[in-house]
């Protein structure tokens, strides 16, 4: 920890607090997390005699019960099949190493592995791309050596020494990005080295009395979380991916959580950021919850993707637990009128912690995913559905569904729940309890899951995000699923669903989320790259439509061909002077953000322009 990190908070920190953190996720990830897909080993849906299951205990569902509506409604959406799982590559390139760099690696006696399998599960992330290229072994390239630093000063040498041995460096967190930001360049012909900071996962310090820690850039979300928690305290970022991501990671890709609405995105809760360069240090000297100092350019280093940089260090804020936590949800006739009634609580500002809308598909995929428990559970189901459509006649067919999550103490709760419950009333909006709610939450971290089973199946499915102003939601929301049935029909596509949701809401617009799937056509020689042009002409439309073109998963290399019309030409310039100040060989080479044709020419960099 530098001198610059304490020195305004020395006589407030609480030095029991001081800790290292024994992290869910070991070194040897593949140990616990799947190689060629999302999440834990032991979790996923399979079939078996054609009926579907989830393993394992880790989520609601799981216990290899039974999964018969989920069946029922992938029988009906795509046909249930059974493919054959390809099989992982046990064999690897060889790894080019730059021996000087390596000689000094082993001298400092610092972790690293040349293991083929440490290097494959870190040559890529979790776009479907990705997936498909690690099932089929198509990575001609992959990392040629991993090292594991402790701490900031260790990534200052791997970085000076990578700077003068001209090795490229990947910054590697969680490796849970969906934009291809740390997938391997495939014609990179230095030596790449992969800077894997999950042993950088300590509490540095903590300040109860202003209420701000420090955490290494390694720590990942639920040991963050877990860690706070056993001091009454959280940071209340939760993004969907909480349980693998990284600190080092939300900053690198601006992410944002799904309780954004009570303690902000990533941007509102870090205070100050520590990033190591090729030029040297990158970090501001003053702690002061806000600063009028030119601009600031901490923002450069949240979004910028592992291009500029290693972020080692972070201090962010943190709030006490809340008292109570509680969730609900509420059914509208349909989606439209759902989206009218978030716009009206956001122009109220009265969202609660979080708050999410599915459309009619997704509701009845959410739906299927429920636990068939017996009589009495399908007899108040059936009576639930019978009071919703022959009571108060709604369209099963049509209906909407949000999902809401409380956070204060009782009494802001309770007035929460009041005032966003009648304005729901006024939008015919039926409250549908606190169970659905928190089920519906659940369903979150079961969808990256659901994307690999589908793939078993031979179902391609991919999501994508987009933030819209309120009056432009909806029609981009029709534009979009127009465009995207108009593409399937194009292709011949039978069996496709598309969907959409509202995952958070702002005064002034939302984020939107699509999931598209397919089964593709015995004819169709490449699928995946079929899902990429869909998607693409998706984007243009959301581009089209007022929508932007990421609202938190990042630009990597698979939205690169938008980042100019969205900056502007002079944007772009701007970060390549950026690039080019603080990494003029190059070294963080992961080519995101842009194009091929706007890439920096480096050989013919002139240091005068």
């Known amino acids: 920890m530098s001198k610059n990190f304490d020195t305004n908070i020395a006589k407030t920190v609480d030095q029991t607090t001081i800790r290292n953190v024994e992290s869910v996720v070991p070194k040897k990830r593949q140990e616990l997390l799947k190689i060629d897909g999302w999440g834990y080993n032991d979790s996923k849906f399979y079939v078996d005699d054609y009926s579907i299951f989830f393993s394992g205990s880790r989520y609601a569902i799981g216990n290899d019960v039974e999964l018969s509506n989920f069946r029922d409604w992938v029988g009906e959406k795509f046909e249930l099949s059974v493919l054959e799982k390809p099989k992982l590559p046990t064999t690897f390139p060889e790894p080019i190493l730059n021996e000087t760099f390596y000689n000094a690696i082993k001298d400092m006696k610092m972790d690293y592995s040349v293991d083929g399998e440490d290097r494959f599960i870190r040559c890529h992330g979790q776009a479907l791309q990705d997936i498909n290229y690690v099932r089929t072994n198509k990575f001609k390239r992959i990392p040629d050596l991993i090292l594991w630093p402790k701490c900031h000063d260790d990534v200052v040498k791997i970085v000076k020494l990578a700077d ?15 934009s291809g930001s740390i997938t391997c360049p495939q014609d990179e012909e230095r030596s790449i080295v992969v800077i894997d900071t999950s042993q950088m996962n300590r509490l540095l310090w903590l300040d109860k009395e202003n209420l701000v820690a420090c955490f290494e ?88 993707e592992g291009t500029l940089g290693v972020v080692t260090e972070v201090m962010v804020k943190v709030r006490p637990l809340p008292a109570v936590k509680k969730y609900g949800s509420l059914v509208f006739p349909n989606y439209e009128i759902g989206v009218c009634c978030l716009r009206e609580i956001a122009k109220r500002r009265c969202q609660p912690a979080s708050i999410r809308l599915m459309d009619n ?75 659905n709610g928190q089920k519906g939450y659940v369903m979150t971290f079961l969808i990256a ?17 987009t933030s819209v102003p309120w009056d432009k939601c909806l029609s981009l929301c029709n534009n979009v699923k127009a465009c995207m049935h108009a593409e399937c029909k194009k292709y011949g596509i039978i069996y496709y669903l598309v969907t959409c949701r509202v995952t958070q809401t702002y005064e002034s617009g939302a984020c939107v989320y699509f999931y598209f799937g397919f089964r593709w056509n015995s004819d169709c020689s490449d699928p995946f790259n079929l899902c990429e042009e869909i998607e693409n002409k998706a984007r243009n439309e959301i581009l089209a439509s007022g929508g932007s073109v990421s609202h938190h998963h990042g630009i990597g290399k698979k939205r690169a061909k938008w980042y100019k019309q969205t900056v502007s030409p002079i944007g772009v310039n701007l970060y390549k002077s950026a690039k080019l100040e603080l990494d003029p060989k190059n070294i963080f080479g992961l080519n995101n953000l842009l194009t091929e044709e706007d890439q920096i020419n480096f050989e013919k960099f002139d240091s005068k322009l």
């Open 164 to 178: 003068e041995n001209n090795v490229m460096l990947i910054p590697f967190g969680g490796g849970t990005s969906v």
């Open 449 to 465: 899951y659901i994307r690999d089973f589908a793939l078993d199946q031979g179902i391609i499915s991919e999501s994508f995000e």
């Open 217 to 304: 850039s390694g720590i990942i979300g639920q040991d963050l979380e877990r860690t706070l928690k056993d001091e009454g305290l959280t940071m209340g970022h939760e993004p969907d991916s909480i349980e693998f991501s990284t600190l080092g990671g939300w900053i690198a890709t601006r992410a944002s959580g799904m309780k954004k609405n009570v303690y902000g995105n990533i941007e509102d809760i870090v205070i100050r950021v520590k990033m190591v360069t090729c030029k040297g240090v990158l970090e501001r000297n003053i702690s002061a919850p806000r600063v009028s100092c030119g601009p600031d350019f901490d923002q450069l280093i949240l979004g910028s």
């Open 361 to 435: 598909e997704q509701f009845h995929f959410g739906q299927s995913l429920k636990v068939d428990n017996g009589l009495f559970s399908k007899f108040f189901n059936s009576l639930k559905m019978f009071l919703l459509t022959k009571v108060k006649g709604y369209d099963l067919m049509k209906i909407s569904v949000a999902t809401l999550l409380f956070e204060g103490d009782k009494e802001e709760v309770e007035k929460q729940e009041k005032l966003i419950y009648e304005i729901a009333d006024r939008y015919s909006g039926l409250k549908a309890g606190e169970t």
